[in-house]
């Protein structure tokens, strides 16, 4: 099962390996991980995806719960949550390719950030379907270089 | 407190340890000059981040102004809670820095709760299910010595009349001697206590088919300040398979984490059982569990844990090697520590290393109060039994303190032997020397046909000698000790050992033939436990 575990921590340093060591000691692996300030500075959010079966995940949850330094933990259901993530996309172009790769860029409300004669780069925000289904149309006209910033996510209510 | 690199590495066993025990602990580590972190300075090492999993929580001192706080911190974070190791890595530069403090009144952590409390509701459930129950049990363990909830435990219990068996972090939360007490269960706990949870079993003719269940365990099993550890539950699936279990605990990561249950409680258990004591004092149960009592009472009778000069001790090498001829004065390990309990009428501190020793010393020494059994049990560190009694008896001058331990484990730690002759700390030492690392050795004998991978610690050469001779080397750090070999001698030997007022190691020479019963095999349920020699 895919987890998406949203974490508020005290802005102090150590903090993130500890979180990240609670899922390291588990032989679990992180698929992504964002951590920013908050609206209060001495706070910071984290955002985890990472993928196990649901009694190690909540047995994560818990161990996070009880660090010191961590203030808050969800472990968000599907639905409950909106979510984004932002790419840049390094694109390969030629003079035939750029009008097409420009289209989709449009079809998909993202934006070119950068021309080079022979690479275009597209900042791109959305969900995860989005963006994987962007990424796999970009793939066909070759993707140079790729840069995402993991999912953020919010409770709805 | 250590010094900074191999110092510091050495304590991460102990942080280790009192994570594992939950063990409060203020680990302080030095650590090289600031402007040298990272630069891979003369005995510089990352203890910070080294120790980040085995330890509650830990600070790395950047400004000598923080000190008062953070140690104030340490101390309420080790303390409060679940107790654990909390450790502060402090650079040269900010030791020998100067400071005007400014100590802080309270400690103000925002995101750490430490006392939860059970609802009324939820302990109200818990009485329900006891009324309901015809065979409950309490499964009570260490969080009850760190909760300090031992008279609550008691005066529930016999307001109840509810049997009480403890882990081995549990031993003394509940008094071993008090009839209602079924000592404490797992892998070598009593039968009776393994009995009483999971049941009593036919051996099955073959290990293929089902175990037919002879008399039910308990139908109600009172969890509390436990975590279902794999030395107690064996196969955990199987673990009071028939049983509704009530599991209550301050630490909601142990809830459900080894063992679903059927009521997770999250609270300080002194509050708790306070609570359910008043509560069972003001409306007292109906229930007597009467058929119960007797069924415990028929285990207890059968199975009590016991020893005997097997066939096997009378033909093994010890015998040839050590005894020839006076073969009829072995000293069996259990005896030795049988002795020491009725020379010290049960009132002695006992500490242990790790292995048989270790069972049997919680087998036949019955302990009465909270903290009288102290004992690395979680991480099964060798070598910690006389360090232990050395902080033992620090704190106690004026009890008897004792150190069981094994010539495995007591030869990890033998240079602690100089910190009581200095430090004139008059702790005792049994070592039970079998030549052997007996637990391992068991394990050799029940699982892999006996193959010795090194379990053997004597000279090879010289198998006739007991090696090393413990006599020669407390002699050269000033410490008394005797050699006893023939049962006639030990008595005499232990009187002599209790009454100096010095450190004092009594080198007891027994059998390595002998195993630790009863035994469930890792991983395995009641069902094959072997308990009869």
């Known amino acids: 099962m895919r987890h998406t575990i949203s974490v508020l921590v005290e802005n102090k340093f150590g903090v993130l390996t500890r979180v990240a060591g609670l899922f390291s000691g588990r032989g679990y692996n992180i698929d992504s991980l964002n951590v920013a300030p908050t609206n209060d500075p001495t706070a910071s959010r984290m955002t985890i995806v990472t993928r196990g079966d649901d009694a190690t995940v909540d047995q994560i949850v818990k161990q996070l719960s009880k660090l010191a330094n961590v203030m808050q933990v969800q472990d968000f259901r599907e639905g409950e949550y909106v979510d984004r993530e932002l790419a840049l996309i390094k694109v390969a172009v030629n003079s035939k390719t750029r009008a097409e790769v420009m289209q989709i860029t449009d079809i998909f409300r993202a934006k070119i950030v950068d021309v080079q004669p022979k690479s275009l780069t597209i900042e791109a925000t959305g969900d995860e379907t989005k963006l994987e289904k962007l990424l796999e149309l970009m793939n066909a006209f070759g993707i140079l270089d790729l840069r995402r910033t993991g999912k953020l996510a919010m409770p709805r209510n | ?533």
């Open chain 2, 1 to 533: 407190m250590a010094t900074s690199g191999t110092c510091s590495t050495n304590l991460v066993t102990c942080n280790a340890d009192a994570y594992m025990d939950s063990v409060p602990l203020i680990a302080i580590t030095g650590q090289v000059n600031q402007a040298m972190i990272g630069k891979g300075a003369f005995q510089e090492t990352d203890i910070y981040g080294m120790t980040l999993p085995v330890v509650k929580h830990s600070y790395l001192i950047t400004d000598i102004n923080d000190i008062p706080r953070i140690v104030k911190e340490a101390f309420y974070l080790a303390q409060s809670g679940r107790p654990g190791p909390v450790l502060i890595d402090l650079p040269k530069n900010v030791q020998q820095a100067r400071t005007q403090p400014v100590f802080p009144k309270e400690t103000s952590l925002r995101s750490y709760r430490a006392d939860p409390r059970a609802s009324e509701l939820a302990l109200n459930e818990i009485i329900g299910l006891i009324e309901k129950s015809e065979r409950p049990v309490l499964y009570v363990g260490g969080g009850i010595i760190s909760g300090n909830a031992s008279k609550e435990l008691r005066q529930f219990a016999e307001a109840t009349q509810i049997p009480v068996t403890t882990t081995l972090m549990g031993c003394g939360a509940f008094p071993e001697t008090h009839p209602l007490s079924l000592r404490w269960l797992g892998m070598h706990g009593a039968a009776f206590a393994n009995w009483a949870v999971n049941g009593e079993y036919h051996p099955a003719a073959r290990p293929t088919e089902p175990a037919k269940l002879k008399a039910a365990g308990a139908d109600l099993l009172l969890a509390f300040g436990v975590r279902f550890d794999d030395r107690v539950t064996g196969r955990v699936d199987k673990f009071c398979e028939k049983g509704t279990i009530v599991h209550l605990d301050i630490d909601p990561s142990e809830i459900n984490k080894n063992k679903p249950v059927s009521l997770p409680i999250i609270s300080d258990v002194k509050f708790a059982l306070g609570r359910l004591a008043a509560m069972v004092k003001a409306r007292p149960l109906q229930k007597k569990f009467t058929a119960w009592h007797k069924q415990i009472a028929r285990w207890k009778a059968r199975a009590p844990f016991g020893y005997s000069v097997t066939e096997e001790v009378m033909k093994s090498q010890h015998m040839r090697d050590h005894l020839k001829g006076r073969e009829r004065e072995v000293i069996l390990p259990q005896m030795a520590i049988e002795m020491l309990y009725e020379l010290t009428r049960g009132e002695a501190i006992i500490t242990t290393g790790v292995g048989q020793h270790q069972m049997w010393a919680a087998q036949f020494y019955q302990f009465k109060y909270p903290r009288q059994f102290v004992t690395s049990a979680g991480l099964g560190a060798m070598g910690f039994g006389y360090p232990a009694a050395l902080g033992a008896k620090v704190a106690f001058p004026n009890r008897q303190v004792v150190d069981i331990d094994g010539d495995g484990s007591f030869l990890m730690n033998i240079q602690e032997l100089a910190t009581a002759h200095i430090e004139k700390i008059a702790a005792k030492v049994i070592v039970l020397n079998n030549q052997h690392l007996g637990m391992v050795m068991q394990w050799e004998d029940r699982f892999y046909a006996g193959n010795r991978g090194n379990t053997y610690l004597g000279d090879p050469e010289r198998r006739k000698q007991i090696y090393p001779d413990y006599t020669a080397m407390c002699q050269s750090f000033g410490v008394k000790c005797e050699r006893v070999m023939y049962l006639k001698d030990l008595r005499p030997a232990l009187q002599r050992m209790l009454d100096a007022n010095e450190p004092y190691v009594l080198d007891v020479i027994v059998p390595y033939t002998e195993h630790v019963l009863p035994f469930i095999p890792s991983g395995r349920t009641v069902a094959d436990m072997i308990w009869q020699a």
